[in-house]
């Protein structure tokens, strides 16, 4: 063996030797979580729902915001209630539609 083989043997040895003599482990450091890409994926998941409801709330604001209740409702702050009325020519419209999925034998009786 040269004598330049028989020196980085020894340093290997020393080295070896101090590292577990130090505990002091020569592995690479772990990387941040914000570099390993399965934290990104496992987010991307809600945050891409996050970002269609957003979509939709604003859709339905911009679109829907001012179109009045045509089907007798009344609005009161947030809660939409059906009036006396209304309910009243709902139950006729109801019994209308019954008689027709009958046929007309149905509404003569």
Known sequence: MSRAAQQHSGLTQQARSKQAFT???RTPAPR????EPWPWIIMAG????IVACAITIVLAVQNFSDVAITDGGVKRGLVVERTDA????????E???ASQQQGPDAAAR
Do not use: C, H, I, R
Not at 46 to 49: C, D, E, F, T, V
């Open 95 to 97: 019994q209308k539609a």
């Open 86 to 93: 209304t309910k009243a020519v709902g139950a006729e419209s």
């Open 23 to 25: 505990g002091v482990d």
């Open 46 to 49: 809600p945050a891409l729902a």
């Open 32 to 35: 941040p979580w914000y570099k």
